[in-house]
């Protein structure tokens, strides 16, 4: 880090670096690879040092960082293989829209993550940022680039999925 | 369930203004079921952040990366340049050669193709050749970045046989959808998919029918070709396989490959 001015180096320090375990964390659960995911993360920090002086201090650097973390995945995958606009999503929604089924009692972290894995990528990453970092709707919705009602349904249809995956492990032990 | 019920589950899922939510949590006092669905799906997303969130990382990964970004920036600017111009020398070695190799074949085996081979397995033949036949695939994708819609297809691929590339390509101005298939030996097998243009179909061709199946076949040099159609696309698997294995294959993929392509728009 040398740009000489201590003061962005003491920001990125204070404001950027202590989200890189989360964002490591989130990146390894959408690309469903650790190694991919320290790419993209790689990717992410070097991106956001560069542009750190443009980066007004007091907004919201985490939500900063998410955007181009998405960014970055978003252009990792799209360099070799862009088929996924391809999923007949509507489909796979209304095959698991119909029904509320009964959550098990007992859930296990290993249940849930397996659970996770197995959801399709675009309500995944919806999840893991409104569930798990607890991003606003909006905010899901800018660091997407996608409207907020794409942001609600694949949360809903994604959290849907949960359930039923979870009743079906259940049912299978 | 009554309407209340209804809206207040939907609500779980949505960011509801004040008076919505005064409304809501009324309702929650009210309703024993809805409340403990409420409470049911609190509890799936909160054991879903903390499992996520003790997901152990690897320690060294910060340690590189501050590495990375500790480097000055004109050393990592040259370095840059030198990975660029290790790059493209490399490139040159290791891309450029095997591809010109490959359009030299592609070119020599179109040169020799007769004439008689039917203009709807061209259109198969040409993406096999073009991307698969003598083409090397070095980094096969993982199964998580093949798109989910196709998993139920290639859960029929042939034993020992695995996913070397997967990629949407344009031959001769023609957009396609190919997955190649890699066994041992080199042997390649092309799963091609292309929407129809005007007129393209089977139906009426004078090509051979497999066992009164709707997949048809043509002897072609050197591949096996065997071809179907959806209702807006055309579909071949192309293969060094033997013609029993090529055709079995593309009579194995027909119903699923056709279901699924009559679900996109």
């Known amino acids: 880090m040398d740009r000489g001015a201590g003061t962005i180096k003491q920001r990125f320090e204070s404001e950027a670096m202590p989200h890189l375990t989360e964002l490591l964390r989130t990146a390894t659960r959408v690309m469903g690879d650790r190694g991919r995911a320290e790419d993209v993360v790689q990717e992410t920090f070097l991106q956001a040092w560069k542009s750190f002086d443009r980066f007004q201090s007091g907004t919201n650097c985490r939500a900063w960082l998410y955007k181009i973390l998405f960014h970055s995945i978003h252009h990792y995958r799209r360099k070799w293989f862009r088929l996924a606009v391809m999923q007949p999503m509507d489909e796979y929604t209304e095959a698991t829209a119909a029904y509320t089924p009964p959550i098990p009692e007992l859930l296990t972290d290993e249940d849930l993550l397996a659970a996770l894995e197995k959801i399709p990528r675009e309500f995944r990453a919806v999840m893991l940022l409104v569930d798990v970092e607890e991003f606003a709707y909006k905010e899901a919705a800018e660091i997407l680039n996608v409207p907020i009602g794409t942001v609600m349904s694949r949360l809903s249809r994604g959290r849907k999925a949960m359930r039923d995956l979870l009743v079906s492990r259940e049912v299978a032990r | ?265």
């Not at chain 2, 009210?30 to 969130?53: F, H, I, M, S």
């Open chain 2, 1 to 265: 369930m009554n309407a209340d019920c209804q809206r207040a589950l939907l609500n779980l899922d949505l960011e509801i203004d004040a008076a919505e939510a005064e409304w809501q949590d009324g309702h929650l006092l009210g309703c024993e079921a809805c409340r403990t669905e409420a409470d049911r799906r609190d509890r799936v997303r909160a054991g879903l952040q903390r499992a996520v969130k003790s997901t152990p990382v690897d320690v060294t990964f910060e340690q590189r990366l501050r590495g990375s970004l500790a480097r000055p920036s004109f050393l990592r600017q040259w370095r840059a340049f030198a990975a660029a111009a290790v790059v493209l020398i490399s490139a040159g070695l290791y891309w450029i050669g095997p591809v010109i190799e490959s359009r030299v074949r592609e070119s020599a085996y179109f040169q020799v193709l007769p004439e008689t081979v039917s203009r709807i397995m061209r259109v198969g033949l040409s993406d096999h050749v073009h991307c698969a036949a003598f083409r090397k695939f070095r980094k096969p994708p993982v199964a998580e970045e093949l798109p989910a819609a196709f998993r139920p297809v290639l859960a029929h691929i042939p034993a020992g046989y695995s996913v070397a590339a997967a990629h949407e390509c344009k031959t001769q101005g023609r957009p396609f959808v190919h997955f190649v298939l890699r066994g041992a030996g080199e042997k390649t097998v092309s799963l091609v998919m292309a929407r129809k243009q005007r007129g393209e179909t089977f139906a009426n061709s004078a090509l051979r029918r497999v066992a009164g199946s709707a997949v048809f076949t043509e002897d072609v040099p050197r591949f096996q070709i065997a071809g179907f159609e959806a209702e807006s696309y055309l579909v071949f698997v192309v293969s060094d396989m033997t013609g029993e294995q090529n055709q079995q294959l593309a009579f194995t993929l027909a119903g699923p490959v056709t279901a699924l392509l009559n679900r996109l728009v």
